[in-house]
């Protein structure tokens, strides 16, 4: 399991900071070399065929374009000797993304990826090179405390040209606290131009060594501190429908709601101007620009939304401590939710292998939050409270004809899912009381007579084009924060 730590990096003094922006400058210059040889012999080799050379021939190529020791051996006296290799394979990883999108892309049966994805690109902005830097994990130095610091190394001649000893290292200040300790990974140093700083992110933990969160006083994750004492081993379960787009529960007991039918109305009003579109063409014409430009609004709206979801979950379930989460198998995910009519609109619209894909790239690789893959059969008609099956299930409503408990469906389904999937020992669900029972929106209760939950139990939110919130929450909840202007988040947001 591993996390990523951010926190600011500034010099002690003007010398060092020319030190640090050449050295990131170099360090840029390494990286664009390494893909334009790269990037050459990628269209060297796809340019010179006669036929589509296959992905695993466009991959021989790049990756032997090239070696880490040439780069080494070039740039080891501006960047030390270790630098230069770890850009190389920073490079290296972008690429191995692309052939993996551009398979998918390639492959008829796999929907998950419809954009040509291109090479990977240049680290510019503009003209200017990204200042940007990968430093390897036994490299450098990080002391916390007080004053916190970390050590860089440098290559002999910046050494040299900026005055430091031949067996020193580049302090520099570390602003902030980093929220996560344990076996240091590498550690990435960019520059931003705009604001003139330097950010660091040094990702920490693996497999064997998962990192601790620090406790802090200054923390700006409270909900963290209030978590982290039930200690490791936090599992969620997130059930994923067509309504409700995930629904989450955690073996501690939290829950979050991913509303997704306002999403998906205007996903289906695009659907609608494209098939309107399209019985307007002429014979033999299956497609036009506007009908090509629909489509790609259409799309971009849905993973545009989706990525903030992963995102979003990523983040609250890092705050609850959760290293584990529970996905349904994509087969039974469309079994169990979707009739044979609606399925392939649902389908499209959902794109479950591209929100695998995402939740497995950002929770795996950002947050360190393993993805496990387990059928949930049957785990939508059942109660949640005392696990009958004797339920009637009206919409978002789960109704248990034996204990009587009212509750949301699909995070009724999610907490099924979790009891089965997860160890017992793990787990810390309330067994009484409003388990499963999600902040009532407006929208819900015009929808039929048995929707008007009135408790505030479980955060619902909704995509709003920019994040997602819990629309009613700030007049609901809290009667001081009704101010919903730009800029100013709901308090529904910090959930
Ligand atoms: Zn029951």
Request: net charge negative.
């Amino acid at each position: 399991m591993r996390r990523t730590n951010t926190f600011e990096l500034r010099a002690f003094s003007q010398r060092e900071r020319c030190l640090l922006l050449e050295l990131l400058d170099a360090s840029a210059a390494c990286y664009n070399e390494v893909n334009y040889e790269r990037r050459q012999a990628f269209f060297d080799v796809r340019e010179n065929a006669e036929q589509r050379v296959p992905v695993s021939e466009l991959r021989t190529a790049v990756e032997g374009a090239t070696t880490q020791e040439k780069y080494r051996q070039r740039y080891k006296q501006v960047l030390s000797s270790s630098t230069p290799q770890q850009l190389v394979q920073k490079n290296w990883s972008t690429w191995k993304s692309f052939f993996k999108l551009l398979s998918k892309y390639r492959d008829p049966e796999n929907e998950t990826v419809t954009d040509k994805p291109s090479p990977p690109g240049y680290w510019k902005d503009g003209e200017q090179r990204v200042l940007h830097t990968v430093i390897r994990n036994d490299q450098y130095t990080l002391e916390l405390g007080d004053r916190s610091r970390v050590e860089i190394p440098v290559g002999m001649e910046l050494k040299e040209a900026y005055g430091l000893g031949h067996h020193e290292r580049l302090r520099l200040e570390v602003r902030g606290k980093p929220h996560w300790t344990g076996k240091q990974g590498r550690l990435e140093i960019v520059y931003d131009r705009d604001a003139e700083s330097f950010t660091a992110h040094q990702s920490v933990g693996d497999e064997k060594h998962p990192p601790h969160c620090r406790q802090s006083t200054t923390s700006s994750f409270p909900t963290t501190l209030a978590t982290s004492s039930r200690g490791e081993g936090t599992v969620a379960a997130v059930d994923i429908g067509a309504n409700n787009l995930a629904a989450v529960t955690t073996s501690t007991g939290q829950q979050l709601l991913f509303h997704g039918r306002p999403l998906f109305e205007r996903f289906h009003e695009y659907t609608r101007r494209i098939a309107h579109q399209q019985s307007e063409l002429p014979e033999e014409q299956w497609s036009s620009p506007r009908i090509r430009e629909l489509y790609r609004r259409r799309d971009a709206q849905r993973d545009h939304a989706q990525d903030a979801l992963v995102r979003h979950l990523g983040e609250w379930l890092a705050n609850h401590d959760v290293d584990e989460l529970i996905v349904g198998k994509l087969g039974d995910v469309c079994a169990s939710h979707w009739s044979a009519t609606v399925n392939e609109k649902t389908h499209l619209f959902w794109a479950h292998g591209r929100f695998r894909r995402r939740l497995d790239e950002v929770l795996g690789d950002e947050y360190g939050i393993t993805v496990r893959e387990e059928s949930e059969a049957g785990t939508s008609s059942k109660c949640p409270t005392c696990e009958s099956t004797e339920v009637h299930r009206n919409g978002d409503l789960l109704h248990c004809l034996d204990c009587g408990t009212e509750s949301h469906s699909d995070l009724a389904a999610s907490v099924n899912f979790l009891r089965e999937q997860a160890d017992e020992q793990h787990l810390n669900l309330p067994t009484q009381g409003p388990m499963a029972r999600p902040v009532a929106s407006r929208e819900n209760t015009t929808e039929d007579g048995h929707h008007d939950y009135d408790q505030t139990v479980v955060p619902r939110l909704e995509w709003d084009d920019h994040g997602w919130r819990q629309p009613d929450h700030s007049t609901k909840e809290d009667p001081t924060n009704q101010s919903t202007t730009p800029g100013n988040l709901p308090s529904g947001s910090q959930v």
